[in-house]
C-alpha cells in the first residue's frame, strides 16, 4: 500500500512537471493570437488613420511654404521693395530745422543684462537723430542691485557726457514681465510728445542710420503702425546650435515676414527692432501681459483695426542667438506656447473684426496659426517621431514614397532657401528640428490649456562679446557632456 501511494505521488508529480509547460504555451498563445487580433482589427487601421492625416498635414505644410515662397519670390523679382510700395523719402528741405523731425523715443527694455547693457545703450545714444528730438528710455527690471547700479551709471555718462537725453526707469515688481516693463514706460508724462516708439531688446544693436531708414516710412504713410526689420546674428557661426537657429530664423524674415508684408501688410511683430506709431499702439489698449508673446499680440490687436505694417528687410540690426540649448529651450517654449495661447483667445474676435477684409481674416486664422504653427509643429513631431517607428513595428500600414521621402525632402528645401550657406547642414538641421517639435508642441499644448506653465517667462541668457566656449561652458556651470 505505502509503496502504491508513493508511485502515485511520483506520477502526479511528473504530471505537473508535464503540464506547466503546457500552460505556459497556451499563456504565450492566447497571447500571440489576442495580439493578432489587435494588431489586426485596431492597430493597423489606426496606423493606416494616423498616415491619412499625416498626408493631409504634409500637404497643409508643404502647400504653405510653396505659398509663401512664391509670394517672397513674386515680391523680389518685381522688385517690390518696401521704398517702392510705400513712400519713403525724407524731406530734405524740411529736415534742415531739427524741429521738422518727428519726437522719437527709444525703448530698452532689460533684466540682470550684465554682459550686454553697455552695447545695447551705446547703439541707441548713438542713432542719427537730433538730440532734442530723441528720448532713450531704459527699462530696467533687473533684481541684481550691482547691475542695476551698472546700467543706471552708464545712463547717466550718456546724459551728462554727450548730452543724450536718457531716462532711467524701474519699477517695483516684475509683474507683466516684459509686457508690463513696457506698459509702464508708456505711461510717463513725456512719452505723450512722442510720435513714434522705437524698441530693441538688450542684445540688439541698431545701426546709426535706423531712424533715418525707418522713421520716414511712417511720416508719409498715415496708415501704417509698425516699420519691421531684419535681425542680423553676430554669433551665428559660434556653435551648431546657433548655425541650425540661423537657418530657421533666415526663413521666417526673408520668406514669412516678406510675404505677409507683400500679401496683405500684416505679419507678427518680432518685438524687437521695430518702429512703431504712438497713436496705433495707444488705440490697440496697449501692451497686455495675457500671453508670453506680448509682441504677437499688440501686433494682432492693431492689425484687427486696419493698422497696415510693413517689413524692411534691408535694415539689418545686430542680435544674438542663445547659445546654449538650456536658453534655447527656454525661448522656443515662449514663443510657441504665448502665439497658442493667444489664438484660443483672439480666435473669434478675429472673425467678428469688422475692419478687415475676409482674406485678411483667413490670412490671420489659417496661414499664420493653424498652418505655421500648430500644423507644422504637429506634423514635424508625429510623422518622425511617431508614425515612422511604429510604421516599423507594424508593416501593413504602409507609408506613400513620395509622403515619406518627396514631400519631406521639399519642405526641407523650402525651409533651407534662406540660408544658402548652410544647404550642406540640412539633414543635421532636419534633426535637430525633430527634437526640437516635441518640445514646441509641449508648449503648444500648455498654451491651449492653460496649463501652470503657460505664462513662464525664462529671460533668455545672452553672452555679449563673450562668445566663447569656455564662457558657455562657464555660465552653464559645468563642463559635463550633455551641456556640451
Known sequence: ??????????????????????????????????????????????????????????????????????????????RR?????????PDEEAAAASQAYPMVLVQIPMYNEREVYQLSIEAACRLTWPVDRLIVQVLDDSTDSVIKELVKGECERWATEEGINVKYETRKDRAGYKAGNLKEGMRHAYVRACEFVAMFDADFQPPP???????????????????????????????????????????????????????????????????????????????????????????LRAGLLGWEFVYVGSIKVKSELPSTLKAYRSQQHRWSCGPALLFKKMFWQILAAERVSVWKKWYMVYDFFIARRIVGTFYTFFFFSVLIPLNILLPEAQIPVWELIYIPIAITLLNSVGTPRSIHLVILWVLFENVMALHRFKAILIGFLEADRANEWIVTQKLGNLQKLKSIARLTGSYRFKDR
Open 81 to 89: 521693395r518696401p521704398g517702392r510700395v510705400c513712400r519713403c523719402d
Open 1 to 78: 500500500m505505502g509503496a502504491a501511494a508513493a508511485g502515485g505521488h511520483a506520477l502526479r508529480a511528473v504530471g505537473d512537471v508535464v503540464s506547466f509547460p503546457a500552460t505556459v504555451a497556451a499563456f504565450v498563445e492566447a497571447l500571440l493570437q489576442g495580439w493578432a487580433e489587435a494588431r489586426a482589427g485596431l492597430l493597423v487601421p489606426l496606423l493606416r488613420a494616423a498616415v491619412l492625416l499625416c498626408t493631409a498635414m504634409s500637404l497643409i505644410v508643404l502647400a504653405e511654404k510653396v505659398f509663401l515662397g512664391a509670394v517672397s519670390s513674386v515680391a523680389k523679382l518685381r
Open 209 to 299: 542710420d535706423f531712424l533715418v531708414r525707418t522713421v520716414p516710412f511712417l511720416v508719409h504713410n498715415p496708415s501704417l503702425a509698425l516699420v519691421q526689420t531684419r535681425w542680423k546674428f553676430v554669433n551665428a557661426n559660434d556653435c551648431l546650435l546657433t548655425r541650425m537657429q540661423e537657418m530657421s530664423m533666415d526663413y521666417h524674415f526673408k520668406v514669412e515676414q516678406e510675404a505677409g508684408s507683400s500679401l496683405c501688410n500684416f505679419f507678427g511683430y518680432n518685438g524687437t527692432a521695430g518702429v512703431w506709431r504712438t497713436q496705433a499702439i495707444v488705440e490697440s489698449g496697449g501692451w497686455e501681459d495675457r500671453t508670453t508673446a506680448e509682441d504677437m499680440d499688440l501686433a
